[in-house]
C-alpha cells in the first residue's frame, strides 16, 4: 500500500487540558492582565513616531510615505481615537461586519475591468473564502459556484491553473485544493482528478529535494511549501509516479532530499531564502518552517 504524510508522520492528539494546558491559559491570562493594567506600549515606540532618519530630497514616493505617517499616527498614538472603538489590547477593535461585507463583494461577478486579475482568480477566491472563515461565518454556500470555477481551472495532465486554460501552477493549485477543502462536501474534492494531480507533481520534483512551480519554471520553497500541503491534504502517495524525472535521477518518493535542500536555504543572517543562496525573507521563512513542520514532529524536524 502507498504511503502518505498522514501514515509518516503519527502524533498524539493533546486533549483539553492535558500537559499543563490549564496552567498555561492561566498564565497567558495573568500576562495579558498585568500588559494591560501597566500600560505596558502594545504598538512598539518605533511605530508610534516619526521615522529617526528623513532624507531632505524629496520625491513622489517620499511625499507619499509622509501623508501616511501623518494619517496613521494618530491611531498609533491613541489621539484620535474612540475609547470604545478600542479593546483591551489597547488596539481598535476589528470592524467584524464591515470585513465580512467587504470579502462578500470579492467573491461577486466582476466588472470587465478586472479581466487582468484572471490569473489572480484562484487566490481572489482563497482570500475571500479564508478571510469569512477566520470570522466564523458559514462558506457552504459559495459550494456550487466554487466547483464551477475551478472545474474549468483544471488541466487533464493534472493541477490547476488560475483559471480556463491556463497552465498548471502549485500556487493556484494550492488555493484551489483549500477553497475547495472550505466549501466542503465530498462533491467538492471529487472535482479533483488525484491521480493526474499525483504525476503532475512528479514532474515538478526537483532532484535537489525541492520542486519547481511549473514545469519548467523557477524551484523555490514556495513550490516545496505548496506541493507538499497538496499532498498532504489529498492524502497522495507519497512514492514518486513512474514517469517523474526525479525516480529516473535516483529518487523514489517526493521527500527524498527535501529536508536537506530546505535546510541549505538558510542564510548567514538565519533567516530563509527563497532558495539556496538568495537573500533572507520572512514569507520564505514561513514557507521552510510550515514544510517541515509538516513532513514530521516540528521539534525534531526544525532540530535537525
Same mark, same amino acid.
Given at each position: ?14 486533549? *483539553?487540558?492535558?500537559? !499543563?494546558? /490549564? ?42 510615505? /509622509? @501623508?501616511?505617517? #501623518? /494619517? ?9 481615537? @474612540? ?16 470585513? $465580512? ?6 467573491? /461577486?461577478? #466582476? ?16 482570500? &475571500? ?22 472545474? &474549468?481551472?483544471?488541466?487533464?495532465? !493534472? %493541477?490547476?491553473?488560475?483559471?480556463? %486554460? ?8 494550492? &488555493? ?15 472535482? $479533483?482528478?488525484? #491521480? ?12 535537489? %529535494? ?34 517523474? *524525472? ?17 535546510? #541549505? ?5 538565519? %533567516?530563509?531564502?527563497?532558495?539556496? !543562496?538568495?537573500?533572507?525573507? !520572512? ?22
Amino acid at each position: 500500500m502507498a504511503q502518505t504524510i498522514q501514515d509518516e508522520v503519527q502524533r498524539p492528539l493533546r486533549r *483539553p487540558h492535558e500537559q !499543563g494546558e /490549564e496552567e498555561e491559559d492561566a498564565e497567558v491570562t495573568e500576562l495579558a492582565q498585568r500588559l494591560v493594567q501597566n500600560s505596558l506600549p502594545i504598538v512598539p515606540s518605533l511605530f508610534t513616531s516619526q521615522p529617526f532618519l528623513q532624507d531632505s530630497l524629496q520625491t513622489e514616493t517620499s511625499i507619499n510615505q /509622509e @501623508n501616511t505617517i #501623518k /494619517e496613521c499616527l494618530p491611531y498609533l498614538t491613541k489621539a484620535e481615537r @474612540n475609547d470604545a472603538e478600542i479593546g483591551t489590547s489597547g488596539l481598535p477593535r476589528l470592524k467584524r461586519q464591515l470585513h $465580512i461585507n467587504f470579502l462578500l463583494r470579492s467573491l /461577486e461577478e #466582476k466588472p470587465s475591468v478586472y479581466v487582468g486579475f484572471d490569473s489572480s482568480r484562484s487566490w481572489i477566491v482563497y482570500w &475571500a473564502l479564508a478571510g469569512l472563515c477566520l470570522l466564523g461565518e458559514d462558506v457552504t454556500s459559495h459550494r456550487e459556484r466554487v466547483i464551477q470555477t475551478f472545474t &474549468a481551472a483544471q488541466n487533464v495532465t !493534472g %493541477g490547476f491553473g488560475s483559471g480556463h %486554460g491556463q497552465v498548471s501552477h502549485i500556487a493556484p493549485s494550492y &488555493a484551489v485544493v483549500l477553497s475547495l477543502a472550505m466549501v466542503g462536501g465530498s462533491d467538492a474534492l471529487e472535482i $479533483i482528478d488525484r #491521480k493526474a494531480m499525483w504525476e503532475w507533481l512528479g514532474e515538478i520534483k526537483q532532484p535537489e %529535494g525541492g520542486f519547481s512551480v511549473t514545469v519548467g519554471g523557477e524551484v523555490d520553497v514556495r513550490g516545496a511549501y505548496c506541493a507538499i500541503v497538496v499532498i498532504s491534504l489529498l492524502n497522495l502517495p507519497l512514492e514518486l509516479p513512474p514517469r517523474s *524525472p526525479a525516480r529516473r535521477l535516483g529518487l523514489s518518493t517526493f521527500l527524498d532530499n527535501l529536508p536537506e535542500w530546505l535546510a #541549505k536555504c538558510q542564510t548567514y543572517e538565519g %533567516g530563509m531564502a527563497a532558495f539556496p !543562496g538568495n537573500e533572507a525573507h !520572512g514569507a520564505y521563512a514561513f514557507c521552510v518552517l510550515a514544510c517541515l513542520c509538516m513532513l514530521g514532529e516540528p521539534s525534531q524536524m526544525i532540530q535537525k
